[in-house]
């Protein structure tokens, strides 16, 4: 069992920047994929960023150049660090893990992002 830890979500005006961490309950070394999910009021969940454990990135298409997923391995935990951030990306950001590369098989409880002036 895995369990995440999501903090850093808050309100920004538009063009802010925030930093959310994601800690887990044990090592991250070993698990394949981390990443970052976003759901909006009324919305499906959206894949926002991965990272994989050889440090592999991708991006939503809406995120790219935005958004950037670490990983700090010694500490067990993941960042995303959000710049430019639009009223569109308010939504619960919720942290995951795909241990074996089958899919997300942990998720955390989410933090609320909020981008309004």
């Known amino acids: 069992q895995v369990q995440l830890v999501e903090s850093g979500g808050g309100k920004v005006q538009p063009g802010g920047s925030l930093r959310l961490s994601c800690a887990a309950s044990?090592?991250?070394?070993?698990?394949?994929?981390m990443g970052w999910y976003r759901q909006a009021p009324g919305k499906q969940r959206e894949m926002v960023a991965r990272?994989?454990?050889?440090?592999?990135?991708n991006y939503a298409d809406s995120v790219k150049g935005r958004f950037t997923i670490s990983r700090d391995n010694g500490k067990n935990t993941v960042y995303l660090q959000m710049s430019s951030l639009k009223p569109e990306d308010t939504a619960v950001y919720i942290c995951?893990?795909?241990?074996?590369?089958?899919?997300?098989?942990?998720w955390g409880q989410g933090t609320q992002v909020t981008v309004s002036s």
């Open positions: 044990g090592s991250i070394s070993s698990i394949y994929a």
């Open positions: 990272i994989t454990s050889g440090g592999y990135t």
């Open positions: 995951a893990a795909n241990p074996t590369g089958r899919g997300v098989e942990y």
